[in-house]
């Protein structure tokens, strides 16, 4: 039996690749080998599909899901659903967690990135819950410092 795809476990909880393609070029600088929107889009794709393909990223990113799943329900432990609702700043286990899969894919420079989009919220970042948005802004914040990095190799 061939494993579920995160690709689809994402589309399934509303959210396309082409929704976090859209959120990270809404914050897009050109730079050498991504001088046109066009360009950093190809490999902005390329770099995330090359990511997506690690069972370890994928798990941190199911873990996101799962748990903005729970806090939904009000299920997390020692959570009440009205402080999961208000994304209360004391709670820093999302923005870990955001962090972790930026620098896991980008070393601190996509801790840098992560933190950027962390504080614009541009696109379907600003749509998602307390987990999944700092979970795409990791996928995101990683996935673009790779693209500035690796961008001339392409």
């Known amino acids: 039996m061939k494993p579920r795809d995160i690709r689809y476990v994402l589309l399934e909880v509303g959210i396309s690749l082409d929704d976090v393609v859209n959120a990270a070029l809404e914050l897009y600088v050109p730079h050498p080998g991504v001088e046109t929107r066009e360009k950093a889009e190809q490999v902005f794709r390329r770099e995330m599909d090359l990511a997506l393909s690690d069972p370890n990223l994928c798990i941190l990113i199911y873990a996101g899901v799962l748990l903005e ?3 939904s329900r009000g299920t997390i432990p020692n959570i009440s659903k009205a402080d999961y609702d208000r994304d ?4 820093v286990a999302d923005e870990v967690l955001g962090m972790s899969i930026a620098k ?3 070393g601190y ?3 840098f990135e992560y933190v950027r989009f962390d504080k614009a919220k541009p696109g379907i970042l600003g749509t998602l819950g307390p987990f999944m948005d700092d979970v795409i802004g ?4 990683g996935v673009s410092s790779n ?3 690796r961008a001339v190799l392409y």
């Open 138 to 141: 990791g996928l995101i914040g």
């Open 109 to 111: 420079k996509g801790s």
């Open 104 to 106: 896991y894919i980008g």
């Open 147 to 149: 693209m500035y990095t």
């Open 88 to 91: 209360l700043t004391y709670l």
């Open 69 to 71: 799943g729970e806090g």
